[in-house]
């Protein structure tokens, strides 16, 4: 059920309200998951999933039948995996020799974890992790082989940056360790996702040769989500921005949530944007390789996501005090633009990157560096060399004195009547409703004429206690 803040916030933004009945209603999956000719077993999987996972669930049960449940196992080990690594209410050396081993558990039929604190969220997957494994058993082993070996790189890597942070809290000092860590991570898993995807056939085996763009495409999720996520880090004591960029603009870290020190904070997450940019041209230039549409989808919906959560943190005060997020209408927008084709993911990405240099301030010591990322000689510029904006058609057009882009004309048009459409149903039901309660109030004695005869009259207001005895005597029924 809708809060009332919601429904304020969707009657003014009433294109993302209509984003949300398009994706609810309209939206036709490429693959379809059909539960019924599932196992058990793989049913418990796929309920894990949607349990762990808001943003990742709905696309990867859309994927290529030849990936739905290689693809759910690597997102559920790797949770587990995250879960362990998570937990700081787990002994160090213990956690260490957990993350370290996790590889080689996801052949041990009937293990599980029950070692997470109670408030851990995922604990349950842990608990009942022998169901993960029992169906890992069951997949194609050059799939197995694939999860299994970025499992063993990931599980040493958490390891190596737990052992660092539990001797100094700015284990992540340098870019360099930043990018390392969000290589062990995120990097790794944009490793075993390519793998998998040229291994079932669906993607260009090209791509196994750029692992810079692999890199890429998980390096631009994983900090993203650190810079959104840094007032809730710093609340539990972690710290994921590097020592290197922060230093440059407060002298305690800690100094980035305080008011005072709100302008050094702003210049000092634009630094951490302009970090995560460099990697935007580059995730677009992987998903140019992706063949199939489902896999394409899986693919380009978290990245539109977060170029737009980029967008939302970008010079905002307000991460410094909670947790922000992108709205669920804006993410059904997002959701919309990105599983069509990739020239409508490019217009969308474009669109995104040209706000944030919109926001660009002059006052930022970043200003010119955040122009270039954003600009022509970085993501834009990429944007127009394979999708160019001046295209013949459009100047013969222009100057025939005809509309340039006639679709998006009709687009906007096709907008409009849909628009007009939905506040037409609502319109329909509100007044269907106010009748239906009319005549239920009828019915068991509310006296119409009454209010019809005050109304009349130019009375609008209720009437005082002597005006109301006159009333029941004027329309008392005596013979009742």
């Known amino acids: 059920m809708p809060s009332i803040t919601d429904i304020f916030y969707y009657a003014i933004h009433h294109q993302e309200l209509r984003s949300i009945?398009?994706?609810?209603?309209?939206?036709?999956?490429?693959?379809?998951?059909?539960?019924?000719?599932?196992?058990?077993?793989?049913?418990?999987?796929?309920?894990?999933?949607?349990?762990?996972?808001?943003?990742?669930?709905?696309?990867?049960?859309?994927?290529?039948?030849?990936?739905?449940?290689?693809?759910?196992?690597?997102?559920?080990?790797?949770?587990?995996?995250?879960?362990i690594e998570d937990d700081m209410t787990i002994d160090q050396s213990r956690k260490v020799t957990l993350l370290k081993n996790f590889h080689e558990v996801l052949e041990e039929k009937g293990w599980s974890?029950?070692?997470?604190?109670?408030?851990?969220?995922?604990?349950?997957?842990?608990?009942?992790?022998?169901?993960?494994?029992?169906?890992?058993?069951?997949?194609?082993?050059?799939?197995?082989?694939?999860?299994?070996?970025?499992?063993?790189?990931?599980?040493?890597?958490?390891?190596?940056?737990?052992?660092?942070?539990?001797?100094?809290?700015?284990?992540?000092?340098?870019?360099?360790?930043?990018?390392?860590y969000c290589h062990y991570v995120a990097g790794l898993v944009g490793e075993g996702l390519t793998r998998l995807f040229v291994e079932s056939g669906l993607a260009n085996p090209a791509l196994l040769?750029?692992?810079?763009?692999?890199?890429?495409?998980?390096?631009?999720?994983?900090?993203?989500?650190?810079?959104?996520?840094?007032?809730?880090?710093?609340?539990?004591?972690?710290?994921f921005w590097p020592k290197e960029i922060w230093s440059k603009h407060v002298e305690r870290f800690d100094d980035l949530f305080e008011p005072s020190h709100i302008d050094a904070a702003l210049n000092c997450s634009s630094d951490m944007v302009l970090n995560a940019l460099e990697h935007a041209d580059e995730c677009l230039f992987y998903l140019a390789g992706l063949k199939e549409q489902s896999v394409f989808n899986f693919a380009a919906i978290p990245q539109s996501m977060a170029i737009a959560t980029l967008d939302l943190v970008f010079r905002n005060p307000a991460i410094f005090q909670k947790n922000v997020k992108i709205t669920k209408g804006q993410a059904c927008q997002l959701m919309v633009a990105s599983s069509q084709n990739l020239q409508t993911l490019y217009d969308k990405f474009r669109n995104l990157v040209r706000q944030i240099h919109q926001k660009n301030t002059p006052k930022d010591p970043n200003y010119l560096q955040i122009s270039i990322a954003c600009g022509k000689e970085k993501i834009e510029q990429f944007i127009e060399s394979i999708f160019p904006t001046q295209k013949p058609e459009a100047v013969a057009l222009a100057q025939?004195?005809?509309?340039?882009?006639?679709?998006?004309?009709?687009?906007?048009?096709?907008?409009?009547?849909?628009?007009?459409?939905?506040?037409?149903?609502?319109?329909?039901?509100?007044?269907?409703?106010?009748?239906?309660?009319?005549?239920?109030?009828?019915?068991?004695?509310?006296?119409?004429?009454?209010?019809?005869?005050?109304?009349?009259?130019?009375?609008?207001?209720?009437?005082?206690?002597?005006?109301?005895?006159?009333?029941?005597?004027d329309y008392q029924h005596g013979e009742l």
């Open 21 to 83: 009945i398009q994706w609810k209603v309209w939206h036709d999956a490429v693959h379809q998951r059909d539960s019924e000719k599932e196992t058990l077993r793989q049913r418990t999987c796929f309920d894990y999933l949607e349990r762990t996972s808001r943003s990742f669930s709905a696309v990867i049960q859309e994927l290529h039948p030849e990936l739905l449940l290689p693809v759910a196992l690597f997102y559920l080990i790797l949770r587990g995996l995250d879960t």
């Open 113 to 180: 974890f029950d070692g997470n604190g109670p408030n851990e969220k995922d604990r349950d997957l842990l608990v009942n992790f022998s169901v993960v494994i029992e169906e890992f058993c069951q997949i194609k082993p050059a799939y197995r082989s694939i999860i299994k070996d970025i499992t063993k790189k990931m599980g040493h890597g958490m390891a190596e940056f737990v052992m660092k942070a539990e001797k100094d809290v700015d284990a992540v000092a340098t870019v360099e360790d930043y990018d390392l």
């Open 209 to 239: 040769e750029r692992s810079h763009l692999q890199e890429s495409m998980g390096l631009f999720l994983q900090k993203t989500n650190i810079i959104r996520d840094v007032r809730e880090d710093w609340e539990d004591n972690r710290r």
């Open 400 to 473: 025939a004195g005809q509309p340039v882009d006639p679709d998006k004309a009709a687009e906007a048009t096709e907008a409009k009547r849909d628009m007009l459409y939905m506040l037409a149903i609502v319109g329909t039901f509100l007044f269907a409703v106010t009748l239906l309660m009319f005549v239920v109030a009828y019915l068991v004695g509310a006296r119409f004429d009454i209010a019809f005869a005050q109304l009349k009259q130019g009375k609008f207001s209720k009437p005082g206690p002597s005006e109301m005895s006159k009333l029941v005597e």
